[in-house]
Structures are given as structure tokens and as C-alpha cells.
């Protein structure tokens, strides 16, 4: 077998498949082909990931995470599944039961359909719709309302105060997510994330031409990736949950299998936002280096995927969680101003001469403003003495 | 500068996480069933009644005196006390508990019964591995199961043991030269009762 | 009249509908949002996918949300006490009686609608841009502007006023 039949493998099986359905069905087929596909990856990538979350977290804090149940532990998922599914499906009398009932599952869905864009591998990508781009922050809005209806239809002061935090962090976080990825759709000229991945894999020598490996690309990555630990809720934007003051906040009313849903979905949420960086960012399946080019193209996005992920997991290890008045501020006095200024500097890049001169002026565009935006962050802040602590190194 | 402190945080948790796969030193976890810390001595757990000698039913200490039953602050203990005397380890007669009871899922460990009970009677264990699947049948443990030997006591509290057992001894040899100064003195008494009746009888009132 | 037409239509027209017969506020606004999806999918069904998109962004992910604090932040989201037919439904049927016959009569009446428009290519969304920024300009520099000032407006309300001592 050929480098390109492998690359190809999962489009000649669904082709070959699809030969054997009659005429009629063939489109509903080939929509079913692509569409379980994805519905069963990314579950298993949830199982996994968590596995890899809680045994990395572990070591992080000098344990040894799970290790019981199987092989180094790695059969936890299966434990946790089978008990949570097995778990009393407990819901408030006084909830709202269809708004209670609907929320979870509201939440997966949009968290699924927001795959239907991303391109998994060459030629692999479910909908290559016009404006792809939009239709992913279209429907991660949907999540929103989700958890607006959990907190709500709860019926419970902690649930309802969760769901606000989480809207109100969300709907700030959105538009500096939106804001870091239009620098992208301006270079590409396009909405369609197909068109965004074939721009990025080509090479000049060794090197790929990914957008993050320019001043406004990789500022708009790194901004990008902030606003979607915030938009995935995870540490150390994890108010929402915050078990400390308001125990697990919008879901704090479900149990069993409806909560493992929202676990589902957040960790797909996590996962649709990190493709996006992916396919925005870091040329999506395409290799890193030209002389890699004959390993598959689906390969190279979950290699890329799971490093996203084990950087979400190493921050959540490192970082405690913010203040609310701290994520505002940053998301509304930080991100905003640089995503605003980086789409600036990405037109300045577009009209200027190619050569080092452009390098140097973006980069100084965006630091010198980047450093005093984060002194008026550090302005009104209290001076607190260094502490000394006395039984810590 | 902007991002200092995160890159730092980013650098010791990374550090901690490849210093766990080298240096086994780091991680402080004992892997509970297979590994165990030592069991220190001032451990305890649950209460437990210690019996003298060989036979538990014969050398049990418990008196059904009924004030550990009264101090206990979950109400975790029942006593039935007996009708008759039964003789005790020292050859004295004694009340007994027919029933005694400690539910496992309700004590909670506080060590009262023990501070309050006067003979010495109710000792705290260290066996902390009490769960079961039968949550009826197997939590309430009753008289029998509760016995243990004082020499079991001596193993697992070595120290509070001795000092318990030079007290029961220093009251028992008390006991027993102030019972051979009573006997000498009623001996003694019976042999100056004809001499001396009005003496005999004001120490009677 | 096709039959996926007739698929999105209902639950459109029942959203919408159940928007003005729901007695709790809240699924009130639940039950519009699902309207707002539903014409969301019919620009969809009509080629028109960045409307379509940014239908779902603005009205389900952003004014749904809007309203949903608002109606929380004002008062208790209970059901009415209230019944939810007011006195004057005659005078209001015939108004919004009115408004649909205007309406009707000026699309029947329109030009586009009698005669069979070819099939259009799918206009891009760099189309869309274009004609934004050259053709419609000016009315998208004013909407612009009129959003900055509400923007401020909104932000001078909501400011904390400066205590007036020291």
C-alpha cells in the first residue's frame, strides 16, 4: 500500500461501503458514513482523554492518578461509564422537567454539530460548507442557551448563579474568539475551513505556512486558545463550576447519565475548539515538515489535537482559578483591545512588503501595546507583601 | 513582565510531573491494600471488650454498669444487663451484660466509653477494615464478636496496656490486703466480740 | 410548497406561536428561539447560508440570551397571573390582521414574485463583503456609529457615579 492509498484508506472504505447501498438510500448512506464516524471518535477520545486528564493531574501534584481498574488503569472510563449509567436519574420536583430533561441534551448536540466543519484529514471533513467558520461559532453559541436552560430549569440558587457565570463569561469570551480568528479568514480570503487547510499546506524548503508562524497569527492563536479554555469553561476559567462557593453550578441538579452528557459535552466542546485552532492556526492535517508529508493526514490532526489537549491539562494542573471581576477585566481591558489591534496588524502585514522590515513592525505593533495593556491590568491592583510560608520550601 | 508567573507555574508542574517518573522519592502515596503505613500505636477505631484469661464469657470485665451506654454521643451502644450475679476473673461476684451491642456504622470513634468506664472494660481497637455487604446482619456487632483477649489489648497498645494492668493489679492486691484486713479484723472482732458487744454494735449503726 | 419547506415551517410557526400562548416568560423565550432557529433553517433551505449562520449567532446565541437576562433580572420568571388573552384581542387581531394583508398584497403585487427568477449561483460570502463596503458604505458606517453611541450610552448608565467627597 501506497503512503496516498493510507492517507486515503477511510474515503476508499466509505466508497467501497457505499457501492453496496442501493441507489435511492446513497445519499442518506454516505451521510450516515460520515457522520458515525465522528460520533464514535470523539466519545472515545473523551474516554481517553479523561484517563490521560486525571493520571496527568496526578503526577502534576506527585501522585499516581488511576491505576486500579485495568492496564495502568486505563479501563477507568468503562468503570466511570457503567456508573454513571447505572446511577439514579435524580430530578428536583420542582424543576422544569422538559427544560430539565432537554438542556443535556441540547448541550451534545451542539457540541457534535460543531464537528460537521473541521477537517480531519484530507478530504475528510463531514460538510465543506461556504462559510464554515461561521457555522462553528453559530452553533458553539447554541451552547449558551443550553446551559442557560440548566441552571434555569434546576430550579436551584447555586444552578442558576453557575448559569449566569457561565453566560455571562461565555458571551466575553466569545467575541475576542471570534475577533482572533477573523485575521485568519482575512489572509485566506475565505469562511471555508477546507479552503483555510489547503492555504496552509504548502512549504517553502522544510517549513509549512502555517498562520501561527506569523506575528498575527501566532498572537491570534495564543489569543484564540485563551478565549477557549474560557469558552470550554475549564481551568482557570472554571468559575461556573466553582466547587468551592457553588458546587458544581449549572449542573449541580443532575445526576447519573444525564450528568455524565454535560461531561460529554464540555470535553467536546474542548475538543471542537481545539480543531478549530487546529484548522485555523496550525494547518490542520497538514505536516509539520515537507519530508513528513507520507504520514497520513488524519495522523498529524489528532497528533496535533492531543498536544492541544495535554496543554489544556497541564494548565488546569499549574493555574488557580480567577476572580470574576479578574476574568472580566482581562477578557474586556486585555483581550479584546489585542484581538482588536492583531486584526489591525494583520492588514498591515497584507499591505506590506514581504521581508524582515514587516516582521519587525508587526511584532513591535503588537508587543509595545500588549505590554501597556497588561500594566493598566496591573494598575489598580492592591500591592500585597511577598508572603513567606513556612513549611513550604 | 507579562506571563511571568504562569510560565513559571508552568515550569514547576512540569517538573513535578517528569520528577514522578524518576525519582520515586516524590510521590507520597501508599498503595493502601497492597502497601501500609505501620500501624501506630495511639491508632484506634472501634470499641472492643476486653475479657481476663481464656474464657470470654467467664473473664469478661464489663459489669453492665450501663454508663458508657449513657455517655456514648451517637446512642451507638445497647446493654441489657443481667438479672443474676455471676462471679468475675477476681472471683467476685458481678452483674454481666446478657446483650451488648455496638452498631459499627454509627459509632463514631470519640473514645468516651472508653475515658468513662471504671473497670476498665471497653478498650478502642486498631482493625479499622469493617465494611461488608451486609449492611443489616454484619454492622451491629454483638457480645461475642466485641470480646477480645487482654492479651490482644497488650499487642496492639503495648504501652497503655502495661499501665492498665499495673493499676488493675495495684487495686486487686488493695482489694485483696484490704479483704485480709477485714478478714483479720473480723478475726480478730470474733474473737473480742464476747468481751467488747457495745463496740460491735455502734460500728453496725 | 415543498416538503422540506413544510418541515422547517412548522416548527417555526409552533415556536413562534408558543411564544405568545406559553404562560411562564421563560419558555416563552425558549419556545421564540426555537422560531429563530427554524427561519434559521429556511435560509439555509434557500441557499443562504451566511444569513442563515449568522441568524443562529445573533438571534438564538446573543438576543435569546439577552432576553432571558433581562426577563431574569427584572422580575420573577413565574408563570403570569394574568390570562393570557387581554381584553382588547379584537382591536389587536384586526391590526395584525391588517399588517399581514398589507404585507401579503405588497409581496403578491412585488415583481420578483411573479415571474421565475433563474437559479442564482451561490452568492459567496466575499460577495457579500463587497457590496458592503462599497456599494452600502455609507448605511453600514451609520449603523456603525448609531451602535458606538448606544454602546456608550450602555456603558455611561451602567457606570458606578464617583462618590462626590475628597
Known sequence: MTPETIDRIFIIWKHWLLSYAPAGVQPLFSALLSVVPVLAVFPLLFAITTVLERKGLGRIQNRYGPNRVGPYGFFQPIADGVKSLTKEDVVPRTADQAVHFLAPLLLVAAAFLAYAVLPVGRNMVVANLNAGVLFFFAVGSLVELAVFMAGWSSRNKYSLLGAMRAIAQMISYEVPLVLASVVVIMAAGSLSTVTIVNMQASYTGIWPHWFVFTPWGFVGFVLFMIAATAEANRSPFDLPEGESEIVAGYYIEYSGFKFALFFLGEYLGMFATSGMAITLFLGGWAAPFSFLTWVPSYFWFFAKLLVLIAGFI????????????????????????MTLLNIFVAGTWHFMAAGSVRWLVCAVLIFAPSVLLALGLEKGKKKIAARTYRFAE | MLGEGIVKGLAETARNFLGSYVSKDRLTTVQYPEERLPQIEAARNFPFLVYDGEDWQQGMRCVSCLICEKECPPKCISIEKSKDKKLDASGKPQFYPTVFNIDVSVCMSCQICVEVCPFDAIKMDVDFELSTK????????????LSKSNEYYREIHPTEAAAVDAQLAEERAKLEAKSKLAAEAKAAAAATVPAQPAVGATAEK | MTIPFLILAAPTIAGIAAAMYLRNLVHCILALTLGFAGLAALYLQLDAQF????????????????????IMMTRSAGPMAQPVFSSSWIKGGCVAGAVFAVLAWAIYRSATSLKMLPPQPEVAVRQIGDALMHRFVLPLEIMGLLLTAALIGAVLIAMQEKPEMQ
Do not use: C, H, S
Request: aromatic share 16%; hydrophobic share 55%; charged share 20%.
Open chain 1, 314 to 337: 497541564w494548565v488546569r494542573g499549574t493555574l488557580p482559578r480567577l476572580r470574576m471581576d479578574q476574568l472580566m477585566n482581562f477578557a474586556w481591558k486585555f483581550m479584546l483591545p
Open chain 2, 134 to 145: 451486609d449492611r443489616f446482619g454484619d454492622l451491629l456487632w454483638n457480645k461475642e464478636r
Open chain 3, 51 to 70: 444569513v442563515g449562520f449568522t441568524q443562529i449567532l445573533v438571534y438564538v446565541g446573543a438576543v435569546a440570551i439577552l432576553a432571558v437576562f433581562a
